[in-house]
T-cell receptor, first 114, second 115 residues
Framework: DAKTTQPPSMDCAEGRAANLPCNHSTISGNEYVYWYRQIHSQGPQYIIHGLKNNETNEMASLIITEDRKSSTLILPHATLRDTAVYYCIVRVAGSGGSNYKLTFGKGTLLTVNP | DGGITQSPKYLFRKEGQNVTLSCEQNLNHDAMYWYRQDPGQGLRLIYYSQIVNDFQKGDIAEGYSVSREKKESFPLTVTSAQKNPTAFYLC??????????????FGPGTRLTVT
């Protein structure tokens, strides 16, 4: 799986959009960008994933640059409950063989302030 | 209400005792996984199972054992052979199509403390 780089921490005001960047310059053509988050002392939560088109669901939007070397997760109206560590992971969508594990890096600690 | 349940949330054991952590899912997922997370660290894969009655070792299987007798259940036993069992244990599951596994959904975790 391609390596990703994320800032260690970010702050956001409640009600504003939170834009979390991720660099993945070595991404391969068949690798997707996945985002998970982990609220303190809870299990990771799947947020969204995409290949090259922008994606949106009820939780967030994912913007992937045209060259696919970076992406941004957007939480349109951040709330205090969005305070968590956000992980950007690049991997093949369907994993076979021994490539089942999810490799979580350090992630970005997003703190939403009142 | 579909999801993954892990019980208990907190577990305390004395050194030398085996302990079994429960993981149940009603998502009808074929694949299930066990990870371990230590403070400030990422997740490390312990065991995974793609179908009932089949499972494989992950990166840190020593001192652990699993079973997969039912599709919805994947219990993890932490044996006395595990040198550093105190950790946060996470169970996950995913759909499986045409032999490939997709995005994983996690349970709330069990925090095990061994003294």
């Amino acid at each position: 799986d391609a390596k990703t780089t994320q800032p260690p921490s970010m702050d956001c005001a409640e009600g504003r959009a939170a834009n979390l960047p991720c660099n993945h310059s070595t991404i391969s053509g068949n690798e997707y960008v996945y985002w998970y988050r982990q609220i303190h002392s809870q299990g990771p939560q799947y947020i969204i994933h995409g290949l090259k088109n922008n994606e949106t669901n009820e939780m967030a939007s994912l913007i992937i640059t045209e060259d696919r070397k970076s992406s941004t997760l957007i939480l349109p109206h951040a709330t205090l409950r969005d305070t968590a560590v956000y992980y950007c992971i690049v991997r093949v969508a369907g994993s076979g063989g021994s490539n089942y594990k999810l490799t979580f890096g350090k992630g970005t600690l997003l703190t939403v302030n009142p | 209400d579909g999801g993954i349940t892990q019980s208990p949330k907190y577990l305390f054991r004395k050194e030398g005792q085996n302990v079994t952590l429960s993981c149940e899912q009603n998502l009808n997922h074929d694949a299930m996984y066990w990870y371990r997370q230590d403070p400030g660290q990422g997740l490390r894969l312990i065991y995974y199972s793609q179908i009932v009655n089949d499972f494989q070792k992950g990166d840190i299987a020593e001192g652990y054992s699993v079973s997969r007798e039912k599709k919805e259940s994947f219990p993890l036993t932490v044996t006395s052979a595990q040198k550093n069992p105190t950790a946060f244990y996470l169970c996950a599951s995913s759909i499986r199509k045409e032999g490939l596994s997709y995005e994983q959904y996690f349970g709330p975790g069990t925090r095990l403390t061994v003294t």
